[in-house]
C-alpha cells in the first residue's frame, strides 16, 4: 500500500456532501446531495445542455429542475444518482481519476449491509479505486476532537445516533440511533401549546420535515412554494438550513419560552447567498407576513417572520412524542447509550460528551442537553459536553487526520483483496 497516492476523504451526508484529500484542515468542496433534472422542455439551441445537474450548477438552476436526494436516513434509496453525485465529486470538484487514489467513505452507524455492499461494488467496479475503507461518521468526529475516549452524539440531515469510544475500542452494543435529525421534524405546524405544555393537534401525524413544515406555512399565508427547487428556496431559512445558528434555538425552558413568545420581541436579520435580506421575528403568529428587503435598495419581495416556531421545531430533537414519533430524545440517546457500556467506563463517558454534525449547530442544543443530561444521571456525576466551532466539518476533518496516518495504510482494503473475497469489507471494517 505504499504505492498508493494521496487518498481521497468523501463524508456522504444524507443532505451534504462534503470531499476533498486526506490531511487537509477543510474539505476541497460541500454541495447538497441531490440531484436535479429539468422540469421544462428546451426550446432554444442555447439553453443550458444536460439532462442531470449536481453541486453549484443545481443550485444555480433549481428553479428549472426537480429535485431529488438519493440518500435519506443515512441509507442510500437511489443508486443511480448516488453514482451520479460521486463522479462529479471526482470530476468537477476534485479534478482528479478515482483510479489513482484510495477512498475512505464514510457512513451512519448501525446501516443495512446490502448499503456497504452496494458502495463497495460501485467504487471498486466503476471507479476502479485501488483501495478502499469505510468508517462510521461519530468515530471519525471523535479522532477529530483529538480523543480517544469519548462519545459522540452526532446530528445531522438524516440520522442522529451516539456512538461511546473507550480509548480506541467502540462498543457496539451500546451504539444507539435514531432517525429523527435535521431533515425528520416533523408536524410542527400542528403542534399547539397546552397546559403548561407543548401538545399535538392530533394523536399521531404524517411524517414530514421541517422544510415542509414551512411550505405549508408559506401556502396557508397565500404562497404556493410547493415545487422541488422551491422547497430548497425554504429549506435555505428553516431550522436545518444555511442559516440555521440564526434561524432557530433550542429553548432550555420551553414552558417559560412559549410563554415570552407570545408577548412579542424584536427580530433578527441575516443575508441569504444572492444578497437578500430575511428578518426572523420572535412575534407570533409563527408567520406574520412574507417579504425580502434587499440590501442595495428598497424594493420589497418576501419577509419571513417567525415566531414560536423558533424554537417549536427543534424542540421535537429532544421531544419527538409530540407529533407522535416513537422515538427517545437526543438527550436519552446519549445516556441510554453510556448506560449500555460497562459501569467502569460509565464516568470517563459522561466526562467527554462530544457533539458533532449540523443538527447540534442550532443555538443552545449545546446548554439544552447539559440540562437534560444531568436529570437522567446520578446527582454526583460530572458530565463535560464539547462543542466543537467547526463540527459541521468534524466528520470529514476526522476522516483527513485518520486517512493521512501512515499505520493507517494497512486497513485498506485493496482492490485485488476485494476481487478475491468481496466480503472483506464486512470482515476488515466490522
Same mark, same amino acid.
Given at each position: 500500500?505504499?504505492?498508493?497516492?494521496?487518498?481521497?476523504?468523501?463524508?456522504?451526508?444524507?443532505?451534504?456532501?462534503?470531499?476533498?484529500?486526506?490531511?487537509?484542515?477543510?474539505?476541497?468542496?460541500?454541495?447538497?446531495?441531490?440531484?436535479?433534472?429539468?422540469?421544462?422542455?428546451?426550446?432554444?439551441?442555447?439553453?443550458?445542455?444536460?439532462?442531470?445537474?449536481?453541486?453549484?450548477?443545481?443550485?444555480?438552476?433549481?428553479?428549472?429542475?426537480?429535485?431529488?436526494?438519493?440518500?435519506?436516513?443515512?441509507?442510500?434509496?437511489?443508486?443511480?444518482?448516488?453514482?451520479?453525485?460521486?463522479?462529479?465529486?471526482?470530476?468537477?470538484?476534485? =479534478?482528479?481519476?478515482? #483510479?489513482?487514489?484510495?477512498? @475512505? +467513505?464514510?457512513? $451512519?452507524?448501525?446501516?443495512?449491509? *446490502?448499503?456497504? &455492499?452496494?458502495?463497495?461494488?460501485?467504487?471498486?467496479?466503476?471507479?476502479?479505486?485501488?483501495?478502499?475503507?469505510?468508517?462510521?461518521?461519530?468515530?471519525?468526529?471523535?479522532?477529530?476532537?483529538?480523543?480517544?475516549?469519548?462519545?459522540?452524539?452526532?446530528?445531522?440531515?438524516?440520522?442522529?445516533?451516539?456512538?461511546?469510544?473507550?480509548?480506541?475500542?467502540?462498543?457496539?452494543?451500546?451504539?444507539?440511533?435514531?432517525?429523527?435529525?435535521?431533515?425528520?421534524?416533523?408536524?410542527?405546524?400542528?403542534?399547539?401549546?397546552?397546559?403548561?405544555?407543548?401538545?399535538?393537534?392530533?394523536?399521531?401525524?404524517?411524517? =414530514?420535515?421541517?422544510? #415542509?413544515?414551512?411550505?405549508? @406555512? +408559506?401556502?396557508? $399565508?397565500?404562497?404556493?412554494?410547493? *415545487?422541488?427547487? &422551491?422547497?430548497?428556496?425554504?429549506?435555505?431559512?428553516?431550522?436545518?438550513?444555511?442559516?440555521?445558528?440564526?434561524?432557530?434555538?433550542?429553548?432550555?425552558?420551553?414552558?417559560?419560552?412559549?410563554?415570552?413568545?407570545?408577548?412579542?420581541?424584536?427580530?433578527?436579520?441575516?443575508?441569504?447567498?444572492?444578497?437578500?435580506?430575511?428578518?426572523?421575528?420572535?412575534?407570533?403568529?409563527?408567520?406574520?407576513?412574507?417579504?425580502?428587503?434587499?440590501?442595495?435598495?428598497?424594493?420589497?419581495?418576501?419577509?419571513?417572520?417567525?415566531?414560536?416556531?423558533?424554537?417549536?421545531?427543534?424542540?421535537?430533537?429532544?421531544?419527538?412524542?409530540?407529533?407522535?414519533?416513537?422515538?427517545?430524545?437526543?438527550?436519552?440517546?446519549?445516556?441510554?447509550?453510556?448506560?449500555?457500556?460497562?459501569?467502569?467506563?460509565?464516568?470517563?463517558?459522561?466526562?467527554?460528551?462530544?457533539?458533532?454534525?449540523?443538527?447540534?449547530?442550532?443555538?443552545?442544543?449545546?446548554?439544552?442537553?447539559?440540562?437534560?443530561?444531568?436529570?437522567?444521571?446520578?446527582?454526583?456525576?460530572?458530565?463535560?459536553?464539547?462543542?466543537?466551532?467547526?463540527?459541521?466539518?468534524?466528520?470529514?476533518?476526522?476522516?483527513?487526520?485518520?486517512?493521512?496516518?501512515?499505520?493507517?495504510?494497512?486497513?485498506?482494503?485493496?482492490?485485488?483483496?476485494?476481487?478475491?473475497?468481496?466480503?472483506?469489507?464486512?470482515?476488515?471494517?466490522?
Amino acid at each position: 500500500m505504499d504505492h498508493l497516492n494521496q487518498p481521497v476523504v468523501i463524508d456522504q451526508g444524507s443532505g451534504s456532501t462534503k470531499a476533498g484529500f486526506a490531511g487537509s484542515d477543510h474539505p476541497t468542496c460541500y454541495f447538497p446531495s441531490y440531484v436535479g433534472r429539468p422540469k421544462h422542455t428546451r426550446v432554444m439551441a442555447g439553453a443550458v445542455e444536460g439532462d442531470a445537474f449536481v453541486g453549484k450548477k443545481a443550485q444555480e438552476l433549481r428553479g428549472l429542475l426537480k429535485i431529488n436526494y438519493p440518500m435519506s436516513h443515512g441509507i442510500v434509496t437511489d443508486w443511480d444518482d448516488m453514482e451520479r453525485i460521486w463522479s462529479h465529486v471526482y470530476t468537477d470538484e476534485l =479534478r482528479t481519476l478515482s #483510479e489513482e487514489h484510495p477512498v @475512505l +467513505l464514510t457512513e $451512519a452507524p448501525l446501516n443495512p449491509s *446490502t448499503n456497504r &455492499e452496494q458502495a463497495a461494488q460501485i467504487f471498486f467496479e466503476t471507479f476502479n479505486v485501488p483501495a478502499m475503507y469505510t468508517s462510521v461518521q461519530a468515530i471519525l468526529a471523535l479522532y477529530a476532537s483529538g480523543r480517544t475516549t469519548g462519545i459522540v452524539l452526532d446530528s445531522g440531515d438524516g440520522v442522529t445516533h451516539a456512538v461511546p469510544v473507550f480509548e480506541g475500542f467502540s462498543m457496539p452494543h451500546a451504539i444507539r440511533r435514531v432517525d429523527v435529525a435535521g431533515r425528520c421534524v416533523s408536524g410542527v405546524s400542528r403542534l399547539v401549546w397546552k397546559g403548561g405544555m407543548l401538545t399535538s393537534a392530533s394523536a399521531r401525524l404524517p411524517h =414530514r420535515d421541517v422544510t #415542509e413544515h414551512l411550505q405549508l @406555512l +408559506l401556502r396557508k $399565508a397565500g404562497y404556493h412554494l410547493h *415545487t422541488t427547487a &422551491e422547497k430548497e428556496v425554504v429549506r435555505m431559512i428553516s431550522v436545518f438550513g444555511i442559516h440555521i445558528e440564526k434561524t432557530c434555538y433550542v429553548a432550555l425552558s420551553p414552558a417559560k419560552e412559549e410563554k415570552e413568545s407570545q408577548g412579542g420581541g424584536r427580530g433578527e436579520d441575516f443575508r441569504l447567498p444572492d444578497g437578500n435580506l430575511i428578518r426572523v421575528s420572535s412575534k407570533p403568529p409563527c408567520m406574520l407576513l412574507m417579504q425580502i428587503t434587499r440590501s442595495t435598495d428598497t424594493d420589497f419581495a418576501l419577509l419571513f417572520q417567525l415566531g414560536a416556531e423558533r424554537h417549536r421545531a427543534p424542540e421535537l430533537l429532544f421531544t419527538p412524542e409530540l407529533v407522535g414519533l416513537e422515538y427517545s430524545g437526543v438527550h436519552q440517546v446519549v445516556v441510554d447509550s453510556i448506560n449500555r457500556a460497562d459501569l467502569d467506563l460509565r464516568k470517563s463517558l459522561f466526562g467527554n460528551v462530544v457533539l458533532s454534525g449540523g443538527g447540534t449547530l442550532v443555538k443552545g442544543f449545546g446548554d439544552r442537553l447539559l440540562h437534560e443530561v444531568k436529570k437522567l444521571a446520578l446527582r454526583e456525576t460530572k458530565i463535560r459536553i464539547s462543542a466543537p466551532p467547526e463540527r459541521k466539518y468534524s466528520t470529514w476533518i476526522g476522516g483527513s487526520i485518520l486517512a493521512g496516518l501512515s499505520t493507517f495504510k494497512k486497513m485498506w482494503v485493496s482492490a485485488e483483496e476485494y476481487q478475491e473475497d468481496p466480503d472483506i469489507i464486512f470482515k476488515r471494517f466490522g
